[in-house]
C-alpha cells in the first residue's frame, strides 16, 4: 500500500482545510457536504454520540454558532492508498482555557469528493500545561 501519496495527500488536506473553515463559520450545509451522507457515518463528540448522517445533520443544526473560533496544533494527514485517509489534530479555544481538543476523522475519497466517515472529538486537560 502507498502511504501519502503526494497528490492524494494534496487532495485531503484540501478538504480538512474546507472542513475547518466551514465549522469555524458554522456554516452547516458546507460541514454536511464534507460528511458522507449515509448512514454509517459516525461522530463522536464532546458530549453525543451521532450514528448516521442525520444525526449529524440534526447536531449541526442545534449547534450553537458561538465560540467555535479555535487554532490547531500538531495536525497530522496520512492517506492509505488512493482512497482512505485520517486526519488528526489538536485544538485550543480561548473560551476552554487548560483544555485541549482532540480531533480525528477518517476521510474516504467518493464520486462526490473526499468525505468524513468517521469523527471522534474530545477535549481534556491540557498536558501541555501541566
Keep these: 500500500m502507498d502511504i501519502n501519496l503526494p497528490d492524494v ?16 463559520s458554522n456554516d452547516v450545509a458546507g460541514l454536511d457536504a464534507l ?9 463522536y463528540g464532546n ?3 451521532l450514528y448516521g448522517i442525520e444525526a449529524i445533520r440534526a447536531f449541526r443544526k442545534a449547534r450553537s454558532p458561538h465560540g467555535l473560533e479555535r487554532t490547531l496544533d500538531k495536525t497530522v ?25 482532540r480531533q480525528m476523522q477518517t476521510w474516504m ?3 462526490e469528493g473526499w ?11 491540557d ?3 501541566g
Design 115 to 125: 468525505k468524513v466517515v468517521a469523527a471522534h472529538v474530545s477535549v481534556i486537560a
Design 77 to 101: 494527514i496520512t492517506t492509505y492508498g488512493r482512497d482512505m485517509a485520517v486526519a488528526s489534530t489538536l485544538f485550543r479555544r480561548e473560551t476552554m482555557p487548560g483544555r485541549v481538543g
Design 127 to 129: 498536558p501541555d500545561e
Design 35 to 43: 460528511f458522507w451522507a449515509d448512514p454509517t457515518t459516525i461522530r
Design 109 to 111: 475519497r467518493t464520486p
Design 47 to 49: 458530549g453525543e454520540n
Design 9 to 24: 495527500k494534496v487532495e485531503v488536506e484540501a478538504a480538512f482545510d474546507r472542513y475547518e473553515q466551514a465549522l469555524v
